[in-house]
């Protein structure tokens, strides 16, 4: 058995206008230990992804769709229902949570507080936190701090040892070396590691812009596009030999390591990503794919090509391979 099964997950964002369908049917498991990292372009869903997964608050709405971790079925429509598995099963490290650290507190008080909300006493647990800043290298000091006098690699590593506190079986990581620079990233990927190596997690997806970051950390790769998954395969797979035409796209416009593709359009794509109020019908990357035929009015489905669990969600990529 998987460690995480999502099947046919459907979340959107109630609006004025209509539903926005971020995440329109999602299926794909993680294996004990995995690392997957989460890419696609800007607004293709992967933080709507992430959050459905831990906290699914308005505007966003369940639609439907069955989330299994370690054979217990999540509750994720249910908020008041996840708070027994928040932080202690399943952790999000939210995009900008190190931006949203309360500046008014202490790192000890912020500590205390979220402790406090799983009934467990600040000073039980002083010296786990001790060991545990010691292992992302952070000084003690920090626990008399103001989130304004530390660094931003530093409060990524405060919000990094906050979340996984409790040891979850899950972490997702959304972005969380996005406003870092370049060896601070490095030395945060790296714990992230230590954080599974260690056992402290037992599966982790990174969501990122920066598939130089994953090609670092990930064994597999999940690709979104429009609210779809498109391809799921291991990092050398995806990085080497994309099926997808969209992650060829991807890969092929990677510029130099470490620039983030999001910060730029994708080259020699023409067009850009179908708004997700009405997304077209068919294949969703129809538009800009110069592959499309008559088949693709129909949508694809999001199958495993080969027996290394590979999927793609593209009728010429399934022809080729049949
Ligand atoms: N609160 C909201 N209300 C309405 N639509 C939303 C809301 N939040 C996100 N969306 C829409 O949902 C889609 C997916 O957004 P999401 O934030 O998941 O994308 P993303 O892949 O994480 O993008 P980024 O890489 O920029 O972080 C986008 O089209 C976005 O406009
Ligand atoms: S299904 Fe068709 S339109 Fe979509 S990516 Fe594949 S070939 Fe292109
Ligand atoms: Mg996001």
């Keep these: ?21 971020a995440l329109d049917g999602a299926s794909f498991s993680l294996a004990e230990g995995e690392i997957m990292g989460l890419a696609g372009e800007s607004g293709c869903g992967k933080s709507t992804l992430g959050r459905s997964l831990v906290l699914l608050k308005p505007p966003m709405k369940y639609v439907e769709g069955r989330v299994t971790l370690e054979d217990f079925s999540l509750p994720i429509w249910d908020r008041e229902k996840m708070n027994a598995f928040r932080f202690s099963k399943i952790s999000l490290i939210p995009q900008y949570a190190m931006n949203a650290l309360n500046p008014t507190r202490k790192v000890k008080k912020i500590f205390t507080d979220i402790l406090a909300t799983k009934g467990i006493k600040g000073s039980q647990v002083l010296p ?36 996984t506190f409790l040891n979850p079986s899950l972490l997702i990581a959304d ?79 990677l510029p130099d390591i470490g620039v983030r593709y999001g910060e730029r359009k994708l080259e020699g794509v023409p067009g850009c990503p179908p708004l997700l109020l009405q997304p077209p019908r068919g294949c969703r990357f129809r538009e800009r794919c110069p592959h499309a035929f008559e088949k693709c009015l129909e949508e694809p489905p999001f199958v495993a090509i080969g027996p290394s669990g590979r999927q793609v969600a593209c009728w010429q990529a399934l022809e080729e391979h049949a």
Excluded at 136 to 145: A, R, Y
Aim: glycine residues 4%; hydrophobic residues 45%.
């Design 175 to 253: 972005e969380i070396t996005s406003a870092l620079d370049v060896s601070t990233q490095r030395a945060v990927v790296k714990m992230l590691v230590d954080f599974r190596d260690r056992r402290v997690v037992r599966a982790m997806i990174v969501i990122t812009h920066d598939i130089s970051l994953l090609y670092q950390i990930a064994d597999s790769i999940l690709v979104m596009y429009a609210g779809k998954l498109v391809e799921k395969g291991t990092t050398e797979e995806i990085l080497r030999a994309p099926k997808h035409p969209y992650t060829r796209f991807l890969i092929a416009s």
């Design 1 to 21: 058995m998987p460690l995480l099964e999502v099947q046919d997950l459907r979340v959107y964002y109630q609006t004025i206008r209509g539903d926005v369908k």
């Design 128 to 163: 786990e936190l001790r060991r545990r800043l010691e292992m992302v290298e952070l000084p003690l000091d920090v626990l008399n701090m103001y989130p304004i006098e530390l660094s931003g690699g530093m409060k990524q590593r405060v919000v990094m040892v906050l979340s």
